[in-house]
Nanobody, 122 residues
Framework: QVQPRESGGGSVQAGGSLRLSCVGS????MAWFRQAPGKERTGVAS????????HYADSVKGRFTIRRDSDENTVYLELNSLKPEDSGMYYC???????????????????WGQGTQVTVSS
């Protein structure tokens, strides 16, 4: 089983940075999603354990970076140049199947963390 655990959220001012961490095991794909109050959950970034291939939502390209640690159990999401609209609960999600069809689709992921809050003030 894959049981992701995420951490690293906090409150920062616009333009600041955070690094989120997700620890899991037995995963093939790991992704970050976020959800603001009253909004739908959307994919932010994802990566594959084997290849390191990454995918990003257009809204975060050039600002966020997802990478896996050398131990292949930890995935980081580096959030830079944060904007207030980046605020929300960030969830780590894992998929343990060999192939994936939609990297940033929540339905592709079966194991979810409890979330870590990111708040960006103006």
């Amino acid at each position: 089983q894959v049981q992701p655990r995420e951490s690293g959220g906090g409150s920062v001012q616009a333009g600041g940075s955070l690094r989120l961490s997700c620890v899991g095991s037995g995963w093939s794909y790991m992704a970050w999603f976020r959800q603001a109050p009253g909004k739908e959950r959307t994919g932010v970034a994802s990566t594959a354990r084997r290849s390191g291939e990454t995918h990003y939502a257009d809204s975060v390209k050039g600002r966020f970076t997802i990478r896996r640690d050398s131990d292949e159990n930890t995935v980081y999401l580096e959030l830079n140049s944060l904007k207030p609209e980046d605020s929300g609960m960030y969830y780590c999600a894992a998929r343990n199947k060999l192939f994936i069809g939609y990297w940033l689709s929540a339905g592709e992921y079966s194991d979810w963390g409890q979330g870590t809050q990111v708040t960006v003030s103006s």
